[in-house]
């Protein structure tokens, strides 16, 4: 990234009159965090900051400080428009019409760069890298509570540190929010691993209907099973990426949603790029990690996607 | 520490003509770990190191170089014996005999400190962390190699850095062995993660069976969900690890093993110390993670360990 680059932006966020943040819709840790990251660091330098997700903040997040203050629709003119971790602005949930932003921030290498002025690096493992290295370089503090928001977005983007672009630096990186005052393992619980009771009894029934067929290992969560384990969430409760670390080569979870849609996600061994597959049903994702919102019934949509999965295996099969 | 005790080990080591290294029985990460790192650093300084497991490598850490030379026994007379990550001599297995260990590693805070030089350090995460601290200044090399076997006694020590013993140190300590060589990602997933099918069938069972009252949960894995789910270990397949992040003050695993006995695990909330109850079943551990082998059937084990732990909690609850 060049200096101008940076020389702007600083600029920028220095002389706005009042700034509004959005990060994504379904908005996860590094959403909540890059927005709270920045919008916290901002304001302690004297700007006046909003700071908008669509969905609101998810209930694992909300121990961050400034969550609270997260509002989940503009409420006033902007002169700047910062958008973070998101793609392109369909993932912002449309709440900045046709506004363009003007400062984009991300690591998704698929961005559109929608922005007046774009720091898009998809080396970083999440936007809350890219703020940690650069909101000094900036002239924006690093408090204990920025650094808690920012540790948290890295941490839920490498999957506490095991996510196969980790390196030197982002350890060093997370050792210096730890200095900053961000309390590492208290974020790991609250942000990755707390599990509910009710969340484990419901892994229970996906992973005992757990199915193998060569390289493809998937199951399915029913609705009647969030019944019956009491699981409030219309999420898999992180089962998927807990199956991600079993030898599949790929991986699918069917998760059946109200209104007779399915949610799969996919997840595939390096080397293998599943965001292809999640794209001709209407998903997107990561080469690693993908997913789609498909309309059917539970047996017809896993019919339909175990076939294009096992497909999509064969061909990249050597 | 005192500089005089590491000129002492330093001396030791260099001057030592043969040497046996030796960890733990049920051997975890960190005993792996410890003795692979220890031994092939002591061995690229041209010293002759014999590597002892009396249980040898479990399969999760076979892919560590050096691990294709651990020995069983000890074969040969040497005038240096090490012991690694054991807080007491019976946790080598007895293979020493009579025998004096020369030198004691250690970081658990119950080391008897049974050798004629103690270097327990109760405030280190891993032994493995003690020796990557160590071996440079003893002035012994960290390759590639000792780098990936210390990093996975951390890894594994904390949980994929997640204990509340983490400091900003530990992760600069795991980056710089990154910087070594080591591949993180690699060894997260083969020493942490990686679950295979049958594991995670395996823990299916655990989980639909987990029950709850008031901050105790507890489940049961059988001899016959192994058998279901063609789980080949007499393990847990570490599913205590992963309740402990689930939302009780104290976990119990029962675990019915061959021959009448139940192998009991308990997880405790930061505050409380279990290993004071899983001592009075003839077990041990630490305040937050403890474990027994009790005889009896899994009846009658449940209802004696579940009467004990909830006497334990109501003592402890203000």
């Known amino acids: 990234m060049s200096d101008l680059l ?4 600083a600029e920028m966020l220095h002389s706005a009159k009042h700034i509004l943040a959005v990060a994504h819709i379904r908005p996860d840790g590094d959403a909540v965090g890059s927005l709270l990251g920045l919008g916290l660091s901002l304001r302690a330098a004297g700007q006046k ?3 908008l997700l669509a969905d609101g903040v998810p209930a694992p997040f909300r121990h961050l400080p400034g969550s609270e203050q997260v509002i989940t629709r503009p409420c006033a003119e902007y002169d700047v428009v910062v958008v973070l971790d998101s793609s392109d602005l369909q993932r912002t949930g449309g709440v900045l019409g046709e506004r363009q932003p003007d400062l984009n921030i991300d690591h998704h290498a698929t961005n559109l760069r929608f922005a007046r002025v774009n720091l898009v690096d998809p080396q970083a493992v999440a936007t809350c890298a890219i703020l940690a290295q650069n909101l000094p370089r900036w002239g924006f503090p690093v408090s204990g509570e920025v650094a808690s928001a920012l540790l948290t977005g890295i941490l839920t983007d490498t999957i506490g540190f095991r996510t196969s672009n980790m390196s030197p630096e982002v350890l060093r990186l997370a050792a ?11 974020l790991y619980r609250a942000g990755l691993v707390q599990k509910s009771f009710e969340a484990a009894r419901y892994w229970g029934f996906g992973l005992e209907r757990l199915q193998r067929e060569d390289g493809l290992i998937w199951t399915t969560l029913l609705l009647a099973d969030r019944q019956a384990a009491a699981y409030n969430g219309n999420d898999d409760a992180d089962l998927i990426n807990f199956l991600s670390s079993t030898d599949g080569d790929v991986i699918v979870l069917f998760n059946e949603q109200k209104g007779g849609k399915v949610k799969v996600s996919w997840r595939a061994r390096p080397g293998l790029d599943i965001s292809t597959l999640a794209l001709r049903f209407g998903g997107g994702g990561h080469p690693a990690a993908a997913g789609a919102e498909i309309s059917g019934t539970i047996e017809e ?14 061909a990249h099969r050597h």
Do not use: K, Y
């Not at 210096?176 to 208290?186: F, Q, S, T, V």
């Not at 949509?301 to 064969?314: G, M, Q, Y």
């Open 6 to 9: 940076h020389r702007q932006i």
């Open 176 to 186: 210096d929010l730890m200095e900053a005052g961000a309390n590492l393992p208290e």
């Open 49 to 51: 900051v909003d700071m």
């Open 301 to 314: 949509v896993r019919e339909r996607v175990l076939s294009e999965t096992r497909a999509f295996l064969a």
